[in-house]
C-alpha cells in the first residue's frame, strides 16, 4: 500500500524533471461533442460488447439507445502555472438502468506535477487498450464513473540521478457510490442492498526506460481501492450501519480493523471491502513504425493473494502489437485471464481452538455486505466476470467468478474514411466456490464495428455494430447499433 505522504516527499525533487512532450496529446479550447445511438436487439440481452466497457454507456435491456451531449477543457500537462479544466458528459437514455445519467461531471485544477479533480470523471491511466482488451481487473471502465475528490501526479516524473531512466507517477481519492437507489429498486424490497457507500482508491506506478535511448521500457505498479461506510439495506429497515468517521478514512487509507462500533466482519478482517492489483507492461519499440506490449495483471481480494503467502495462479495475461502503417490492422490484442483459483477453496478466521488462518475463497467481487465491486449493476472489474445487471433475481452478486477466457482483438483503417474494430472472447465458466454451476457454462461474445467519416461534413461520424452472443453464461443473443455523432473544439 501507499499514503499521501509518499508522493508529497517525492515531489518537491520531481518537479523540475517534467516532461514537457506529453502537452501534445491535448487539445487546446474546449471539446464538445453531441451523440445519439439506437440499438436493436433479439434474444436474452443487448449483446455483450455492444455494452462492455463504454464507461455506462448503453444498456443490457434489449432495444435500448440514448442521447448525449459532452464538453470538456483538458489541462495540460506539466504546466508551470494554476491551470482549470471541467467536463459534462450528459446521457438521456431509454429503456436504461437510469433515464437521466450524469457520466461525467467534473471540475479540476492542476498545478506542475499535480492535478486535483472533483466530481465524475473518466480517467485514462490503465496497462491495458482501452478499445481491444477485456479491461483492468480493477478499473476497466465498464461501469459509470464514481464521483470522488482525486489527487494525481497524472504523467511520469523523473526521478532526479537517474537521468530519465526512472520515473514515477501515483494517485489518491475517497469518493462515494451514487447508484443507492438503482439498489434499492433492483433488490426488490427482499434483497440487500447498500446506501452512501463511500470510495476510495490509491495507486503507484513505475517506469523504468528511455524509449528515446533503448528500445525496451518497463511498467508496473500496485493499485488498492475499497468500499466502506454507509448502510446494508432491506427495503426501508437498516440491516448493518458501517462507521464512517473521520477514523474510518485512516482505516482505510491503511487497512486496518474496525472498531468496537464497526461490524464482526470488519473487526475479524479490515475495514471495507478492498479490492487491488499489480501490473506490469513491458513495452519493446525499435521504432517509431510498430511497437509490442507484454503485460500481466495480478488481482488480489482483500488480503490473501497480495504478496505471496498463497500461489498466484490467477491474473490477465496478454499481449498488444501495432503494427506499420498498412490497410488491412494497425493493432491486435490477444489475451488470456484465469480467475479459477482464488488462494484456493478453503477459508478460516483462526480461533482459540483452531488457531490457523486459512485466507483462501477470495469469492473474486463478491463481499458478506457489500453488493459487490459494482457501480449502477455494471462490474467496476474485468467485465468477463458476468455483472449483477444480467440476473434478474433480487440478489445484486457475481454468480460466476470462476472463469477463463481467451479473447482477440484488433482494429484497422482500409481507407481514410472507414475505420473498424472486431473482438471475439470466449469464456468456460464453473460458478463460485459457494455456489458452483452444476456443469461447466460456456460463451463466446462478438462484436463488429465500423465507423465512416466525410472531408466533407467535417466533425461528423457514424458507427454501424453488430454483437453475437453464443452459450449459457449469458443466453443467445444478436443485436446491432447505429451511432451518430458530432464532434468540434470552441478555441
Known amino acids: 500500500m501507499i499514503c499521501a505522504g509518499v508522493l508529497a516527499a517525492l515531489t518537491a525533487n520531481l518537479v523540475a524533471n517534467a516532461e514537457e512532450n506529453e502537452n501534445s496529446r491535448f487539445l487546446s479550447g474546449v471539446k464538445w461533442e453531441v451523440e445519439t445511438e439506437l440499438s436493436l436487439s ?63 461531471l467534473y471540475v479540476a485544477g492542476a498545478y506542475r506535477a499535480f492535478e486535483v479533480s472533483l466530481g465524475s470523471r473518466i480517467f485514462h491511466d490503465r496497462l491495458v487498450n482501452q ?109 448493518v450501519n458501517f462507521p464512517n468517521g473521520v477514523k474510518d478514512f485512516f482505516k482505510v487509507l491503511i487497512p486496518m480493523s474496525g472498531g468496537d462500533d464497526s461490524p464482526k466482519v470488519d473487526q475479524t478482517n479490515i475495514t471495507g471491502n478492498h479490492v487491488g492489483e499489480w501490473s506490469a507492461r513491458l513495452n519493446f519499440t525499435p521504432s517509431s513504425d510498430w511497437a509490442i506490449g507484454l503485460y500481466w495483471l495480478h488481482y488480489f481480494d482483500v488480503q490473501s493473494m497480495i504478496f505471496w503467502e498463497y500461489p498466484w495462479k490467477d491474473g490477465l495475461w496478454g499481449v498488444e502489437a501495432k503494427l506499420p502503417r498498412n490497410r488491412f490492422v494497425s493493432t491486435f490484442v490477444y489475451e488470456y485471464l484465469n480467475t479459477c483459483d482464488q488462494s484456493g477453496p478453503v477459508y478460516w478466521d483462526k480461533t482459540d481452538l483452531v488457531p490457523t488462518q486459512v485466507s483462501g475463497r477470495d469469492d473474486y467481487y463478491n463481499h458478506a455486505y457489500y453488493r459487490g465491486w459494482q457501480h449502477w449493476g455494471m462490474g467496476i472489474g474485468n467485465p468477463m466476470v458476468i455483472s449483477p445487471v444480467y440476473y434478474s433475481d433480487s440478489a445484486i452478486s457475481f454468480k460466476c467468478n470462476r472463469i477463463k477466457t481467451h479473447h482477440f482483438a484488433m482494429e484497422g483503417s482500409p481507407l481514410e474514411w472507414l475505420d473498424y474494430r472486431i473482438i471475439m472472447s470466449y469464456t468456460r465458466g464453473w460458478g ?30 457514424a458507427r454501424v455494430a453488430v454483437g453475437v452472443d453464443r452459450g449459457h453464461l449469458l443466453g443467445h443473443s444478436f443485436g446491432a447499433s447505429l451511432t451518430i455523432s458530432r464532434s468540434g473544439i470552441f478555441k
Not at 506539466?78 to 438502468?97: I, N, P, Y
Not at 478499445?131 to 464514481?146: A, E, H
Not at 505498479?221 to 437498516?238: C, R
Open 432 to 461: 463460485t466456490y459457494k455456489h458452483p454451476l452444476p456443469t461447466v457454462l460456456s460463451n463466446f461474445n462478438m462484436l463488429f464495428e465500423a465507423g465512416v467519416r466525410s472531408a466533407r461534413l467535417p466533425g461528423w461520424k
Open 42 to 104: 433479439q434474444g436474452e440481452h443487448t449483446p455483450f460488447w455492444l455494452t462492455a466497457n463504454r464507461y455506462g454507456l448503453g444498456s443490457a435491456k434489449k432495444n435500448e439507445g440514448f442521447v448525449r451531449a459532452e464538453i470538456e477543457k483538458k489541462i495540460p500537462l506539466g504546466t508551470k502555472r494554476v491551470e482549470w479544466g471541467f467536463g459534462a458528459d450528459l446521457v438521456g437514455s431509454w429503456r436504461s438502468e437510469a433515464p437521466f445519467l450524469a457520466r461525467q
Open 131 to 239: 478499445r481491444l482488451s477485456t479491461g483492468d481487473m480493477v478499473f476497466s471502465g465498464n461501469s459509470l464513473p464514481i464521483p470522488q475528490l482525486r489527487i494525481e501526479m497524472p504523467r511520469y516524473l523523473n526521478v532526479p540521478g537517474f537521468n530519465g531512466w526512472w520515473g514515477l507517477k501515483g494517485y489518491f481519492s475517497y469518493g462515494i457510490f451514487s447508484d443507492s437507489r438503482w439498489q434499492k429498486t433492483a433488490a426488490d424490497t427482499i434483497g440487500m442492498y447498500n446506501k452512501n457507500v463511500l470510495f476510495h482508491s490509491k495507486g503507484i506506478r513505475f517506469r523504468i526506460g528511455r524509449p528515446d535511448k533503448f528500445p525496451l521500457e518497463l511498467e508496473f505498479g500496485l493499485d488498492n481501492a475499497a468500499q466502506f461506510g454507509g448502510k446494508v439495506m432491506i427495503g426501508d429497515s437498516v440491516v
